[in-house]
């Protein structure tokens, strides 16, 4: 066995394998785009990189903030709150979720966040490069 498992070192050594193409985003690098409500810094996309199969990116919603009612006709949704809580709308109930949690949204499903006195950091993903949304009629 000792024998075989060097063999197979020694040959996978010799194997030449062509390194993928690889795009890194800094966060600092990253443009805060603001809104009335806060703001959002895209990591990853198709404008960063246009062979990006995801959109990636970190969105805050500020103390006592709505973000706009909408969806996303192309794509899912994940959001995962790195810090502070917020609720999201959810049907016609609204979910509480706390720093650690996550929430998908299926396509074209309308959704919103909302905060209380705190602000919200929430990491946002999408499986499209190009994530397109829409803003529907507001919610209350």
């Given at each position: 066995?000792?024998?075989?498992?060097?063999?197979?070192?020694?040959?996978?050594?010799?194997?030449?394998?062509?390194?993928?193409?690889?795009?890194?985003?800094?966060?600092?690098?990253?443009?805060?785009?603001?809104?009335?409500?806060?703001?959002?810094?895209?990591?990853?996309?198709?404008?960063?990189?246009?062979?990006?199969?995801?959109?990636?990116?970190i969105v805050?919603?500020?103390?006592?903030?709505?973000?706009?009612?909408?969806?996303?006709?192309?794509?899912?949704?994940?959001?995962?709150?790195?810090?502070g809580s917020c609720e999201q709308l959810v049907g016609d109930k609204w979910a509480p979720m706390k720093a650690g949690d996550t929430i998908r949204f299926p396509k074209a499903v309308p959704h919103q966040a909302r905060t209380g006195k705190e602000p919200c950091r929430m990491m946002i993903i999408y499986d499209t490069g190009e994530r397109q949304m829409v803003v529907l009629d507001q919610k209350k």
């Amino acid at each position: 066995m000792i024998l075989r498992t060097s063999c197979l070192f020694a040959l996978l050594a010799t194997l030449t394998v062509a390194a993928p193409e690889v795009t890194m985003q800094r966060y600092e690098n990253a443009e805060e785009v603001k809104f009335s409500w806060g703001w959002i810094r895209w990591l990853m996309n198709s404008k960063v990189d246009p062979k990006a199969e995801m959109t990636v990116g970190i969105v805050q919603v500020e103390p006592n903030q709505t973000n706009p009612y909408h969806m996303h006709p192309n794509s899912a949704e994940y959001v995962h709150v790195l810090s502070g809580s917020c609720e999201q709308l959810v049907g016609d109930k609204w979910a509480p979720m706390k720093a650690g949690d996550t929430i998908r949204f299926p396509k074209a499903v309308p959704h919103q966040a909302r905060t209380g006195k705190e602000p919200c950091r929430m990491m946002i993903i999408y499986d499209t490069g190009e994530r397109q949304m829409v803003v529907l009629d507001q919610k209350k």
